[in-house]
Each structure stands twice: as C-alpha cells, then as structure tokens.
C-alpha cells in the first residue's frame, strides 16, 4: 500500500515550457486536491476533485490545469511556466464521508519545482 | 489579515520543557480546526483534531476558544523527536468539500 505518490520529485523548468505533475492514490479515495506551498505562506488550494471525471477550482487556480480521467489518478498542468510557480506542490486524498466527519487529508511528498 | 495565523517561530526550547502555541482564526463561521505536522521537506500529516471540550493525546493536547476564535496546542514533557513545524488548519463547514485553510506554520525546536 503506497499511499499518495507524486512523480517526479524535483524539476527545473524554464520560463514557457510546460510540463504535468502526477499523483497517484491507492487508497480508493474519492476526494483529491492538489496544494503549492511557499515560504509564510502555508499551503494554499489549487485545485480539487470530489470524484472520477470531475474538478474544481480552489484559491489559487490561475496558471494551472487539472484532470482527474481515473479515480487514482490526479494530473496538475502547467501550460507555460513562470517563475512565480516555483514552489513545493503537494497531492493529496481523502475518503468523501459523511457530512460533519472530517476524514484526514493523506499527502503524497511532494514535487519541489523550479521555474527560472 | 490572513484567515488563519500563527506565530512563525522559531520556539527554541529544551528537552522535557512544556511548550505551548496558538493559532487565530478570523471567520467564526469555522467549524473544525485540527493540527497537523509537518516535519522538515516531508509532507504534512495529521497530529489530532480539535474538539469544542478541548482533547488529549498522550503528551500533546489541544483546545479550541470559540469567543476569542483561537486554539492552541500544548506539548508536555517535549522530545527531540517533536522538532517540527505545525501547522493549524481551520475547516469552514462540516463536508469535505469546505473551504480548509492552513496555516503557515509554527517551528519547534527541541535542544537537547
């Protein structure tokens, strides 16, 4: 049992170029997210998905593309890169639930990226 | 103002001390609040959830203040395996799907 993976771990990109991040979750999760993470400034909501098919926006989309075409998989798209996406970017994947039970968020190790 | 803060740190304390920090939330519509650590180039995992009548697990314990919208996170007799960061994390309402909103974090230093 994996949990969430992220591949790759590291990538240096130059300004325009684009390229996927991937996640992977074998945990029948329905609920997937992707997050960035600066310095002091927390980690912040790119995109999400409640299911196989379907995504949403979060609070920081712009920039970024998603797709969720099987229900393990989570792509995160970056059609032309700037330097202002170099940051830490995290997967990760919950169980949907019942309303009013929080079901832990599971992160992947992220993918360090660097756009210069 | 963010939506959620917390003093940055660094909290530089000896092993065995007690240390505590707190996290403010600013929309009192939040329902639920959790801590989550998250340790040096690792990912965030989840430390414990905040209940309104405050909990307890082993050494850590957690309390949430509705009217003065904030909760804090104890840790007694302090290991140098605690050395962290924490993150408090806020959610706006009780599905999935709500608004969750992370903190930047708190760093804790356990010296031998």
């Known amino acids: 049992n994996a949990g969430v993976t992220q591949t790759p771990k590291f990538r240096v990109l130059k300004t325009g170029q684009s390229m996927t991040l991937l996640c992977a979750q074998d945990?029948?999760?329905?609920?997937m997210y992707w997050y960035r993470q600066d310095p002091g400034m927390g980690l912040r909501l790119i995109h999400y998905s409640v299911g196989e098919g379907t995504t949403a926006k979060g609070e920081v989309p712009d920039g970024y593309n998603v797709s969720r075409l099987k229900k393990q998989n989570f792509l995160l798209g970056l059609e032309s890169a700037a330097p202002s996406q170099t940051s830490v970017y995290f997967c990760?994947?919950?169980?949907?639930?019942?309303?009013?039970?929080?079901?832990?968020?599971?992160f992947g190790p992220g993918t360090r990226l660097t756009v210069t | 103002r963010k939506e959620v803060e917390q003093d940055p740190g660094p909290f530089n304390v000896p092993e065995g001390a007690t240390v505590a920090f707190n996290c403010t939330y600013s929309?009192?519509?939040?329902?639920?609040f959790f801590w989550y650590r998250q340790d040096c180039r690792k990912e965030p995992k989840l430390l414990m959830s905040v209940y309104s009548s405050g909990n307890e697990d082993g050494r850590f314990t957690a309390q949430l203040n509705r009217a003065s919208q904030y909760i804090s996170l104890l840790i007694r007799d302090s290991k140098l395996s605690d050395s962290a960061t924490y993150l408090c994390?806020?959610?706006?309402?009780?599905?999935?799907?709500?608004?969750?909103?992370f903190g930047s974090g708190t760093r804790l230093s356990i010296q031998p």
């Open positions: 994390v806020v959610r706006k309402g009780y599905s999935n799907a709500s608004k969750i909103i």
């Open positions: 990760a994947s919950s169980y949907s639930g019942v309303a009013g039970t929080y079901y832990e968020q599971y």
């Open positions: 945990m029948n999760h329905e609920y």
């Open positions: 929309n009192s519509a939040s329902q639920s």
